[in-house]
């Protein structure tokens, strides 16, 4: 999902 | 993860290894904003809730572990440590940020991409990112004679979010369906929070002088 992939970031 | 990303994770974490350097080292926090300080803790406390939920990588987890553990131990630093804390320019540090916190929270519990306890509260320390910086801001603006550690700390940690910026416009154009207004809105106010000091501390560079903010 979409938010996953910011949820990468730190 | 492409070279914007992590060349501002490694500004990150320099400005980091600055301030503790400066505190650990010189045993000194003079200029430096505990109530910043008390922000940052905040801000990686509640958005690397995370680790316990879900793995990205190893890198991903030892770098969240390092900002809790380094933003943790310079409060504790600042607040109990006799030699430090006594460099610590109380008088000058009077930002009431608690008064950031709770509008922070409210903006969270309106705004948010995904109303769950986790999300709220990344997207919490988001916003209290944003201007967790304020204090240390105006503290330097009070500070006569700013040393060049607690410029450098400023400007590594103004070019970390400049960074993240540059990450994202490069993650839109090579990733599908990568647009994230919360992330990125809270984030340019972050870095345009920083314009007034990076232009006087390039003004102090080019002409060689010690770093002083208008009053």
Redesign the interface.
């Known amino acids: 999902p979409?938010?996953?992939?910011?949820?990468?970031?730190? | 993860m492409n070279i914007f990303r992590l060349a501002g994770d490694m500004t990150h974490l320099a400005s980091v290894l600055v301030l503790l350097l400066k505190i650990h080292t010189i045993k000194s926090c003079a200029g430096v904003s505990l109530k910043t300080q008390e922000l940052y803790a905040i801000v990686f406390a509640t958005r690397y809730l995370d680790i316990f939920t879900s793995f990205y990588s190893i890198y991903n987890t030892l770098m969240k572990l390092v900002f809790l553990g380094s933003s943790f131990s310079i409060v504790l630093y600042m607040k109990y440590h006799k030699t430090v804390h006594r460099s610590y320019d109380r008088e000058q540090d009077t930002f009431r940020h608690w008064f950031l916190v709770l509008p922070c929270l409210l903006l969270a519990l309106l705004i948010h991409e995904k109303f769950t306890f986790l999300e709220v509260l990344w997207t919490f320390s988001l916003y209290l990112e944003a201007v967790a910086i304020l204090p240390q801001l105006v503290l330097l603006q009070r500070t006569r004679n700013i040393d060049n550690l607690t410029g450098q700390y400023v400007f590594l940690l103004g070019g970390y979010r400049g960074l993240y910026i540059l990450n994202w416009i490069y993650r839109y154009f090579t990733e599908p369906h990568f647009v994230h207004w919360i992330t990125w809105i809270s984030g340019l106010v972050q870095t345009l929070l920083y314009a007034d000091f990076f232009f006087y501390y390039s003004q102090s560079w080019k002409n060689n002088k010690k770093l002083q903010l208008p009053a």
């Open positions: 979409p938010q996953q992939r910011m949820h990468d970031e730190l």
